[in-house]
């Protein structure tokens, strides 16, 4: 038997797998456990508790028209319904619901490249397109664009953007969100729009220009439960000469001040505009043992100082920190530009610089062996491999959520953030892995994000206690003034909590937003706190 929704009867819900069966086909439409159970999330907080939460049945279409008679037949039964593109959000809650008994609407049949411009540089695609299939079509065809890509190439660029996902390529590309341009959207009720200049039948410039005339709603979509998108545009990167690497050292505690405000120059003028990661050489490799002496450094009564881990850094010939710069362009140009970024970063006392790698586009299948493929365009599952046995690693973890809090682009914050973290781990006992000097990730381009990788186990006695203790490092870390950007389902009230301003009043509005759309409360209820209002009372 399903879990069906709240209040809905068996009757309903038969009536309506009925109905959507004819709409899309009996062999699209999913009831039986074992087809349903694949929508759970296997990295789901609550595995196989009774309160893990999960759909009652699933229905596939292939056509927008589809979609919008799976959005009327909801209507008709108050079926509640949870789209889906790909369904590979792991970490951040799967292809599951936010509310159990919701019936899933799986799109990743509708994984039709419309079209891939490579002379205005642009891709337009459907939900069910994966960073795969959009690899294949654009290699296939010697298109002369680079894609962005996330780490999960199963991912969907729809999907992807619409959870505010972010890759690995030039600061305007990586924001997922932020780089695409035009959207097709079924609103709740069944009713089909396009935004931007799509809106206009005779333009031809929907993937060009993104506003159109009036307001730009297309936010309105993302982490949001307003509406289903059925195709979304995205700006792409023309193909580069080539890209090359640099790295700079730095051999002081306190210099991560002056190594943030330079590398924050030299990426807001568009001097580096690949991702100029920051690292923590003093420690040595993340996830391998840290050598005898420094292991009894760090573990001696009130841990290492500043100081002394200065100098053994300096014995060791390794820096402190470690800022990883990227640039793709013509080979002259991005040699100008680390010849320049290394003037900059000369400003500060004994910073050391090495050459990284450099290659011309295409790469060999050699040197892509060598990448970190998705920075030079190749889609990849081998971010998956996070959590599995290893030498270091004697027993792996079954799944992950992400805790993943905004914070300010300085390295005062920085500072101040490994602080905060280091005591809510300790205050809490969340394991917060990400080694002894935890830095932030930097794919946004104007704003840093910490990532913390928090085990999900398959004994319900660990995972219950990592549930509260993650409600209090959301909390905790509010305080301080470092919020999430993104959370799985089972976290979205308390983040959502968190952004209070004004009592509360954004998610105010975007509650009167969702009544007056959605007034049956059919789609994704409760995504990102959004409730149908007869669901509110039982909110965080
Ligand atoms: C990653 C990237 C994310 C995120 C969680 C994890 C990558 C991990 C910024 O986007 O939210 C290797």
């Not at 893990?52 to 009327?72: F, G, L, N, R, Y």
């Not at 039709?112 to 290699?139: I, T």
């Not at 990426?267 to 991702?275: H, L, Q, R, V």
């Amino acid at each position: 038997m399903p879990k069906l929704p709240p209040g809905l009867s068996s009757k309903d819900f038969q009536g309506a797998i009925g109905q959507f069966e004819a709409a899309v086909g009996k062999e699209w439409v999913f009831t039986s456990d074992e087809d349903v159970a694949l929508y759970r999330d296997s990295y789901s907080v609550f595995l196989g508790e009774p309160e893990e939460i999960v759909a009652s049945a699933a229905v596939a279409p292939d056509t927008v028209e589809q979609v919008q008679t799976v959005m009327k037949i909801a209507n008709t039964f108050k079926v509640p319904i949870f789209p889906i593109s790909t369904g590979k959000n792991l970490g951040y809650g799967g292809s599951a619901p936010n509310l159990s008994g919701s019936v899933v609407l799986d799109l990743k049949r509708m994984n039709r490249v419309v079209e891939v411009d490579d002379k205005r540089h642009f891709a337009l695609v459907e939900p069910g397109v994966s960073y795969f299939d959009l690899y294949r079509y654009v290699h296939e065809r010697g298109l002369k664009v680079l894609l962005d890509l996330p780490d999960p190439g199963w991912g969907s660029p729809v999907g992807n953007s619409l959870d505010h996902g972010v890759g690995y390529s030039t600061g305007e590309m990586r924001d997922h969100f932020g780089s695409h341009c035009g959207m097709e959207v079924v609103l709740p009720n069944g009713e089909l729009i396009r935004t931007g200049m799509g809106a206009a039948p005779s333009a031809k410039t929907w993937q060009d220009y993104r506003y159109g005339a009036g307001p730009y709603i297309d936010g309105m979509f993302s982490q949001s439960n307003f509406g289903v998108v059925t195709k979304m545009g995205f700006w792409l990167n023309p193909l580069p000469d080539a890209y090359r690497m640099g790295t700079v050292t730095v051999p002081k505690h306190q210099d991560m001040i002056p190594l943030v405000d330079v590398r924050n120059y030299l990426e807001n003028s568009g001097i580096t505009n690949g991702m100029p990661q920051l690292g923590s050489p003093v420690y040595g490799r993340q996830f391998a043992p840290p050598d005898p002496e420094l292991g009894a450094m760090m573990t001696k009564p009130g841990g290492a100082t500043p100081a002394e881990l200065e100098e053994y850094a300096a014995r060791k010939g390794r820096g402190y920190w470690s800022c990883g710069l990227q640039f793709y362009g013509p080979e002259k140009v991005i040699a100008a530009q680390w010849e320049y970024a290394r003037e900059k970063f000369s400003s500060i006392p004994g910073a050391k610089f090495e050459e990284g790698p450099s290659y011309k586009f295409p790469l060999t299948p050699e040197q892509i062996e060598k990448s970190h493929k998705v920075t030079v365009g190749v889609p990849d599952l081998s971010i998956f491999t996070i959590g599995a046995r290893s030498p270091f690693n004697a027993n792996p973890s079954h799944g992950h959520v992400w805790f993943s809090p905004i914070v300010p682009r300085t390295g005062q914050a920085i500072l101040d953030a490994q602080k905060v973290f280091a005591d809510a781990s300790r205050e809490t006992g969340l394991p917060l892995l990400a080694g002894p000097a935890p830095l932030p990730a930097t794919y946004y381009k104007r704003a840093f994000i910490f990532i913390f990788g928090i085990m999900v186990s398959t004994d319900p006695v660990v995972n219950k206690k990592n549930r509260e203790a993650f409600r209090n490092v959301i909390r905790i870390a509010a305080e301080k003034g470092f919020v999430e950007y993104r959370t799985p389902p089972a976290f979205q009230d308390d983040v959502v909590a968190t952004y209070s301003f004004n009592n509360h009043s954004l998610l105010r509005f975007h509650e009167t937003i969702k009544d007056a759309i959605d007034p049956n409360g059919i789609l994704a209820a409760g995504r990102y706190g959004i409730w149908p209002t007869a669901m509110r009372a039982k909110r965080a």
